[in-house]
């Protein structure tokens, strides 16, 4: 119980740190367009001397927060925590135990996140910050709710394997979309009812992937080409996803694409 407090702690803590480093990012005096304030603030708008002066400030500080990273990861490497993750297949993260569990959900939070942070590298940093709590959240979500789903991949033959392992593979994606951090309003267009999908979906699918049998790719690769897959078929997972049973219906979609990615 105290561990798994202490390990809620920090999660939440760190998910903390990064908002504020995003906030001062944001804030920056050179930013395109100038320093970016939080929604519903505009009101409170200093006059733009201050805020000029406030943003140099916010770039002073995020220089130094910088500095103070790239130093650590020089000296302290055996302190970061995403060294060495890898993807493991959904035995490892969904495993039996109390032990068993515990480790599961950190090492899926931490290899989730860490895919996740890969593949978004490219993004721009007026996009909030990923969170491990919203990773552990749907850790918790997938346990609660697909427990039976969970149940029919440990207990599947080798003619069962395929179906099983993408059944919880949409299971896992359903609930990550699920989650607090990739909530989003309702759309007009139905293809932007998901903005995480080309994101979560491929690493889905690598996990899937690790499940079944080893590949010999990194990480990056299995899900690069996860990714055009997913890309391919983005209209159709949407549609299910949108549907009446949409694990159901999208472990049929992943059945597939699991079947024939590398």
């Not at 207990?155 to 359903?174: H, I, K, S």
């Not at 299995?222 to 997913?230: H, P």
């Amino acid at each position: 119980m105290l561990r798994s407090l202490s390990e809620e702690v920090v999660v939440n803590l760190k998910d903390r740190l990064r908002d504020v480093r995003h906030f001062v990012r944001a804030s920056r005096h050179d930013n395109p367009g100038g320093p970016r304030r939080p929604a519903g603030t505009e009101p409170f708008a200093p006059p733009p001397e201050i805020e000029r002066l406030l943003g140099r400030a916010a770039s002073v500080v995020d220089d130094t927060l910088t500095v103070a990273e790239t130093l650590s990861r020089s000296l302290l490497p055996i302190v970061r925590p995403d060294d060495g993750a890898r993807l493991h297949g959904f035995d490892t993260y969904f495993a039996t135990g109390s032990t068993a569990a515990v480790e599961g959900e950190r090492l899926f939070r931490r290899d989730v996140y860490a895919a996740l942070k890969a593949g978004m590298g490219k993004r721009t940093d007026n996009q909030p910050p990923l969170h491990e709590a919203s990773l552990a959240q749907a850790h918790q979500a997938i346990r609660r709710k697909h427990g039976t789903v969970l149940g029919a991949m440990r207990e599947a033959g080798p003619d069962t394997r395929l179906d099983a392992v993408a059944e919880v593979a949409a299971a896992t994606l359903v609930e990550l979309l699920a989650s607090q951090q990739f909530q989003s309003g309702p759309a007009e267009d139905a293809s932007d009812d998901y903005p995480g999908l080309q994101a979560l979906a491929p690493v889905a699918l690598a996990a899937g992937i690790a499940t079944l049998s080893a590949s010999g790719l990194s990480d990056a690769d299995l899900i690069e080409s996860a990714s055009m897959a997913v890309e391919a078929r983005r209209d159709r997972i949407v549609r299910v996803l949108h549907g009446a049973e949409p694990v159901k219906e999208l472990a049929a979609v992943f059945r597939t694409l699991l079947a024939h990615l590398p």
